[in-house]
């Protein structure tokens, strides 16, 4: 003896069929026929605690998303941190043996690399686009051709689309103190403080601040902006 469910349908107009219920059938293979024996005319409802089970599964795939979006944010902004540069200027006027030379350099403080994309220089109100200008303005001194014999050499470097590397000093205008530029060296030495300075540099990752390599808070830009008078060298 065993038994089977069987599916019984209520014959309508036509060929559609209309479902009534399920029954429990049983055959006796020593017997012809079947026996309904009993089943519930109705499928079951939905219980209460699944309600239960589906919010409750609702709210966890909330917070598992919200606690994801959390932690790439924070993944994020640590990344922007380990690449972050910052750059600042720095001045001197004797070298590390104590000789007499005023130098300026573009020190990286930060922690990544600085893509420089542009820097100012302005004195009194005048921004330059290279030392042979700067110097001839502010201090009166005279450029040579090189080689020179018998005239102090003026050191510069190209700061125009460079990448400067995290912890690097890069100097980019190096004079010497000689017999033949007291005048300008002196000058130079005084007015180096009142020159002004914006450099505009980005990350690895394009994010870009504009600076008077002063401050400690560089303004957020998308994008640098083109100077009217780019500093070259």
């Known amino acids: 003896m065993f038994f089977r469910a069987v599916l019984f349908r209520r014959r309508m107009s036509g060929q559609s069929f209309k479902e009534v219920g399920f029954r429990r059938v049983r055959t006796d293979p020593g017997q012809r026929g079947t026996t309904i024996v009993d089943w519930p005319s109705q499928k079951p409802g939905r219980h209460w605690t699944d309600t239960i089970f589906a919010v409750a599964a609702l709210a966890v795939s909330g917070i598992s998303l919200w606690i994801g979006i959390g932690t790439e944010k924070a993944n994020d902004k640590m990344v922007a941190a380990e690449s972050w540069p910052f750059l600042q200027i720095q001045s001197s006027n ?101 020159m002004h300075f914006c450099a505009c540099y980005c990350s690895v990752f394009d994010d870009c601040w504009v600076s008077d390599l002063k401050q400690l808070h560089p303004q957020r830009v998308d994008k640098c902006p083109v100077p009217k008078v780019a500093y070259l060298e």
């Open 94 to 194: 004797n070298d590390d043996n104590g000789h007499p030379r005023v130098e300026l350099a573009l020190v990286n403080a930060g922690v990544g690399p600085a893509k420089l994309e542009s820097l100012e220089i302005v004195w009194q109100g005048k921004a330059y686009s290279s030392s042979e200008y700067l110097l001839s303005a502010c201090c009166g001194f005279r450029a040579y051709a090189f080689p020179s014999t018998g005239h102090t050499p003026v050191s510069t470097s190209g700061v125009h689309d460079i990448v400067i590397r995290a912890g690097e000093t890069l100097p980019f205008l190096d004079l010497p103190l000689g017999a033949d530029n007291d005048p300008a060296w002196h000058a130079l030495d005084r007015e180096r403080f009142k």
